[in-house]
């Protein structure tokens, strides 16, 4: 799966280190590699909660329902 900066990904397993749980949104900020990019993850309120530089495998790309769910 490529991901593109600004694509809006959702996370596929907990970091508890960062505070983030699977499901957490976010958006990719840089694109390091085809494997390794880095995430701004977001607050239900849209708040930056953290930075992270990730492994594509712990992501995938949001869809729709969940970008307008969320900060609806």
Request: net charge negative; hydrophobic share 45%; charged share 20%.
């Amino acid at each position: 799966m490529i991901f593109r900066d600004l694509d809006p990904v959702v996370l596929l397993e907990n970091i508890p280190s960062r505070g983030l749980q699977r499901g957490a949104l976010g958006a990719i900020v840089h694109r390091h590699t085809d494997a390794c990019v880095e995430v701004e993850f977001l607050t239900a309120v849209g708040d930056t909660q953290a930075v992270v530089r990730i492994s594509t495998h712990q992501l995938r790309h949001a869809i729709d329902s969940e970008l307008t769910h969320r900060f609806a």
